[in-house]
């Protein structure tokens, strides 16, 4: 295949499994916790793919390994052709140039103790991109403005910052480096209503603008099917559904979509009040001892004798629609 | 039929470094026997205070409630003693917070939570304690009740911590329960299973609720009526439908018009609230919303709309142009 119908990042058979041990002096290894029990996905250069899911799920962990903050178990990640699981530090350095990472909270992920230039700076310095110190603090006020923020705000500290702009900064720190592909960490959810929009129109703007592809990690539904062109849906360390936006939401196929979709109520109290709905039962299982099979089996309305057994792979349906289900047609 | 809960002119202070912060300015409301009222408003709006404010749980200092009154089931709240009000909290009027690891105590059994209010409030012995308990896990949907009661809020999930606070709430028969954020720290299928039980059981047992929310979709799904607040004044009042189809506040149309929906396609672009919340030390004679607002006038910046009927029985906006507004989202309807 050549470069361009290359996908920009692929994901196979990925497995993130992180050991439980007991013991202070001789650690015993007594268990593992499966956040990621072997996904597959692909992310096309310049489409934003939304991974959703509930705590727990691994939606994180995913995020985090292609960013290589943890070393997977196994399987491996393509990033432009080449696999970057098993890299070694030095050579990371020059994909961390390449992708970056906006963060949840905007409180904890500034140090609090730098004035926003330097945070903004820092990578440019690191990476000895511009060892010219007035070039680099022009590079800076560029950065603050491309992202609504007042040139002026270099010189402050974020806890002068309310939390919308401080997300701004955020943004402007994974841009610095000017990379191709930005993991988004529920990089909006801790932001009120009217600020959410703001950030979110940012996000695209800055995506045309830049050419940029994102991972979009959220749990809000709703800022999801407004921002992801492909959607893929996890549970307990599995993908069970993976469509396009639209057809994802307008046409669920997995009991657990399905589900997560039913119970996230709509801003109208008339299309509400017209929405049967029984909330799923029962609660996300421990990843340390999962259920046998399908995953979902134990809560699932639509659970067969042969869910408990078999675990369903992720198969094509219709054209792009995967699903991991034995029991959709 | 008199209210079960009326506020009136309600005003809650406080004292910082940077000067006295009114968070909440003025709010009135009603809340009937067994409906459910929303109280909808971003952080800093002043919609949590409000409701401690009700229960008198403002830390003073640095707060104080300055003026109003707040009438509940004919008493007055304010003129109550010490002991009297304790008798009313967590008896007549139940609280479900948002956080229940850090509401509930972390070196005190399940069982000996819920006993505890039994017994000082309904001055039940230890048995009847128990076995009333026992009938409130069951009534929140937590099977085998005898293993749980013996367990510590560490070894529970967020879902079954919150039904416990629930049941907590519902112990002693109250008339009201006050749900700050109940669900927001909780996942969306859990976030569904605890306000689906919050409404089967407020209905079935004929309680009133008070919701604080700022999940415009929650409120659609279960309140009957809706407060929204900005800046710590009610800005919109109203039954839902009413407010959510024909907003008569800038604030309330720009916040339901920025929220992405899940029941549409993907649109163009969202439609955000321009500009940043308002810094409660800085507000001055105006309207607090004046600075993100397109209809603004100078009158807007001369005195502060107060809360007048708009629309259909009920509504109520506090906006000089509501008028224009009502104009502009009919047309668009």
Do not use: W
Request: with cysteine.
């Amino acid at each position: 295949m050549n470069a361009a119908g290359r996908p920009l990042l692929e994901v196979k058979g990925l497995r993130m499994h992180f050991p439980i041990t007991e013991g202070l002096v001789a650690r015993k290894l007594v268990g593992e916790v499966k956040a990621i029990d072997g996904i597959d996905f692909a992310v096309h250069r310049g489409e934003t793919l939304g991974l959703v899911g509930e705590s727990g799920c691994g939606k994180t962990t995913t995020g985090r390994c292609i960013l290589r903050l943890e070393r997977p178990t196994a399987g491996e990640i393509y990033y432009d052709g080449v696999d970057i699981a098993r890299m070694e530090r030095k050579e990371l350095r020059g994909l961390r140039r390449r992708i970056q990472v906006i963060f949840q909270d905007p409180y904890s992920s500034l140090n609090p103790r730098m004035k926003v230039g330097d945070i903004l700076a820092e990578p440019i310095k690191v990476h000895g991109i511009e060892p010219d110190a007035a070039k680099r603090s022009a590079r800076v006020r560029e950065l603050l403005s491309v992202c609504g923020l007042n040139p002026r705000f270099a010189d402050r500290y974020p806890h002068e910052m309310s939390g919308g702009q401080r997300q701004r900064v955020g943004i402007a720190r994974a841009l610095a480096l000017n990379p191709e592909f930005i993991v988004c960490d529920e990089a909006v959810s801790a932001l009120d209503v009217s600020i959410q929009a703001q950030v979110v129109n940012l996000l695209e703007d800055l995506r045309e603008q830049f050419g940029l592809t994102y991972l979009f990690i959220a749990h809000d539904l709703s800022v999801v099917r407004h921002l992801c062109q492909r959607v893929a849906v996890m549970y307990l360390g599995r993908i069970v559904e993976l469509a396009d936006g639209d057809e994802l939401f307008g046409n669920p196929l997995h009991p657990y979509t399905q589900a997560l979709l039913a119970a996230v109520p709509v801003p109208d109290p008339t299309v509400e009040a017209h929405r049967t709905f029984r909330p799923v039962q029962g609660e996300v299982p421990s990843p340390i001892n999962p259920p046998s099979g399908c995953v979902f089996h134990p809560r699932c309305p639509m659970a067969v004798e042969g869910c408990k057994h078999s675990r369903p792979e992720l198969r094509e349906v219709r054209p792009g629609h995967f699903v991991a289900c034995s029991e959709v047609r | 039929m008199p209210p079960l809960l009326e506020v009136k002119g309600l005003r809650t202070e406080f004292r910082t470094g940077a000067g006295i912060v009114r968070a909440v300015d003025g709010i009135s409301y009603t809340v009937d026997p067994g409906e459910t009222v929303a109280i909808v408003g971003e952080s800093g709006s002043g919609k949590s205070v409000g409701a401690l404010s009700v229960l008198r749980l403002i830390p003073d200092p640095p707060g104080r409630i300055t003026q109003g009154e707040i009438l509940f089931a004919g008493r007055d709240i304010m003129r109550l003693s010490g002991s009297e009000m304790r008798e009313v909290r967590g008896g007549e009027i139940g609280m479900v917070f948002q956080e229940p690891m850090t509401s509930l105590n972390p070196v005190l059994s399940i069982g000996r939570q819920i006993t505890e209010t039994l017994e000082q409030h309904r001055g039940m012995d230890a048995a009847a304690a128990r076995k009333r308990a026992v009938e409130l896990l069951g009534l929140v949907g937590i099977s085998d009740a005898s293993r749980r009661l013996k367990q510590y809020p560490h070894q529970l999930s967020g879902g079954m911590r919150q039904r416990i606070m629930i049941a907590i709430a519902l112990s002693c028969d109250p008339k009201l329960i006050i749900a700050d954020e109940p669900t927001t720290a909780l996942d969306v299928t859990i976030q569904a299973q605890i306000l689906e039980l919050m409404k089967d059981l407020t209905r079935r047992l004929n309680v009133a609720l008070i919701i604080i929310t700022h999940n415009l979709g929650v409120v659609a799904r279960y309140a009957n009526r809706v407060n929204v607040m900005y800046a710590g004044r009610i800005v919109e009042s109203g039954p839902a439908g009413d407010v959510y189809h024909n907003p008569r506040h800038p604030y309330t149309m720009a916040l339901l018009r920025s929220v992405p929906r899940l029941d549409r396609p993907r649109q163009e672009r969202l439609d955000p609230v321009e500009g940043q919340p308002p810094d409660l030390t800085r507000l001055d004679g105006g309207c607090a919303f004046r600075p993100r607002c397109r209809f603004a006038t100078d009158a807007c910046a001369e005195s502060k709309p107060s809360l007048l009927p708009a629309g259909v029985a009920g509504h109520l906006a506090a906006c000089f142009q509501s008028g224009a507004i009502a104009r502009e989202t009919g047309e668009a309807a």
